[in-house]
């Protein structure tokens, strides 16, 4: 099984900062089929890039993600007070699918 | 518009079973996969398994390998998970979730979600 860490646990920004969010597989993803999700409190998890980098529908362009292999990166610019939330990573290039252990965007 | 509609909450005993349901809507069942995702109490998400409801085929999570089993029945586009054994530790809000298909192929992102399902493993 893909093992997916996801750092750091928490980062605490203020409105307007940008956050770098990192996921680190186990071993290569393939064909970069890694998304990335928003999840809040009694809230379903929202899905926001899939394929490393390509935006969900409707997802604001402030979010952006990025890497390939082992390493990918989710960016949050301009933050805005809805996006302080979990954030999930979660793998799709294994049948056996995974998910990170998540991040924390908290307001400074 | 799709529509994945969950079963209500459930309160079990130790060592008791649950089944959740998932109703599908808005798309045709047979084309897409559902999976099962809980999160527990303040911690992340958890992939149990999906079934395809074409075939009846499953995948499980080798954690859950040995205590849950998902089914379908076409007849009425809803998808179950039953999980045995229950434990203080299976408490959690369990998830169906449905992929994506591009041009044919499907893939194993979730863009639809239910709304969840609370089940409680008390004594």
């Known amino acids: 099984e893909i093992v997916l860490t996801q750092s750091p646990g928490s980062l605490s920004l203020s409105p307007g900062d940008t956050a770098t969010l990192s996921c680190r597989a186990s071993q290569s993803v393939t064909s970069n089929y890694l998304a990335w999700y928003q999840n809040k409190p009694g809230q379903t998890p929202r899905l926001l890039i899939y394929g490393a980098s390509n935006r969900a529908s409707g997802i604001p362009d402030r979010f952006s993600g990025s890497g390939s292999g082992t390493d990918f990166t989710l960016s949050i610019s301009r933050l805005e007070p809805e996006d302080f939330a979990v954030y999930y990573c979660q793998q799709y290039s294994s049948s056996r699918l995974t998910f990170g252990g998540g991040s924390k965007v908290e307001i400074k | 518009q799709v529509q994945l509609v969950q079963s209500g909450a459930e309160v079990k005993k130790p060592g008791a079973s649950v089944r959740v349901s998932c109703e599908a809507s808005?798309?045709?069942?047979?084309?897409?996969?559902i999976h099962w995702v809980r999160q527990a109490p303040g911690q992340g998400l958890e992939w149990m398994g999906w079934?395809?409801?074409?075939?009846?085929?499953?995948n499980y999570a080798q954690k859950f390998q040995d205590r849950v089993t998902m089914s379908r029945d076409t007849s009425i586009t809803t998808a179950y998970m039953e999980l045995r054994r229950l434990r203080s530790d299976d408490t959690a809000v369990y998830y169906c979730?449905?992929?994506?298909?591009?041009?044919?192929?499907?893939?194993?992102?979730?863009?639809?979600w239910g709304r969840g399902t609370l089940v409680t493993v008390s004594s």
């Open positions: 808005g798309y045709t069942f047979t084309e897409y996969y």
């Open positions: 079934i395809n409801p074409h075939s009846g085929a499953t």
């Open positions: 979730a449905r992929d994506v298909r591009v041009l044919g192929t499907l893939f194993w992102y979730f863009a639809f």
